[in-house]
């Protein structure tokens, strides 16, 4: 029985590809190229015999699991691409972990209410029940925003990263 409830947990890296959605400014979606990756980080031992953390991709994983997203994007066009802006949604399977996100020249943002909002998850509030509010916290981000101060030239590529737990 138990070994039944642990597999039930098992998620495939096919369902990871559907935990993580990207979309870009409108500006910039005939030009750049968007896609995204789930790494995991393992302990191997080196050729030395040293232990070394290396990333590898998810193929499963289970409940507590930490998972690295990689967003790439890249401009196919001939022009520089203006004012990107990468909004990410995150899975209700998944829990961010708060100051992982980064990116290459990009301000990161949160936003807790399903992306209509995005800012700095320490001032964000969440409304309570008995209609007063309390500070966010990261497991009430549902979108990350990565937004580009430099516009991206033709052939340039870049990447974005966060980091989640699956609940």
């Not at 870009?24 to 050729?47: G, I, M, R, W, Y």
């Not at 996100?101 to 399903?114: F, L, P």
């Amino acid at each position: 029985m138990v070994k039944m409830k642990l597999f039930s947990w098992v998620v495939s890296v096919s369902a990871f590809a559907l935990l993580c959605a990207v979309s870009t400014s409108a500006l910039a979606a005939d030009k750049l190229v968007v896609s995204s990756a789930v790494f995991q980080e393992v302990s191997v031992v080196n050729a030395e015999g040293k232990n070394e953390i290396q990333r590898v991709p998810v193929s499963k994983a289970l409940p507590g699991s930490e998972l690295i997203y990689v967003i790439t994007y890249k401009n196919i066009g001939d022009k520089p691409v203006e004012d990107v802006v990468i909004n990410n949604p995150l899975a209700k399977e998944l829990l961010y972990k708060d100051q992982s996100a980064e990116g290459k020249d990009a301000a990161v943002a949160v936003s807790v209410d399903g992306g209509a909002h995005f800012g700095n998850l320490a001032l964000l509030q969440i409304p309570t029940p008995d209609g007063a509010s309390r500070l966010a916290e990261a497991s009430d981000v549902t979108h990350l925003q990565f937004k580009l101060s430099k516009s991206v030239l033709p052939q340039e590529e870049g990447t974005a990263s966060f980091r989640v737990i699956l609940k």
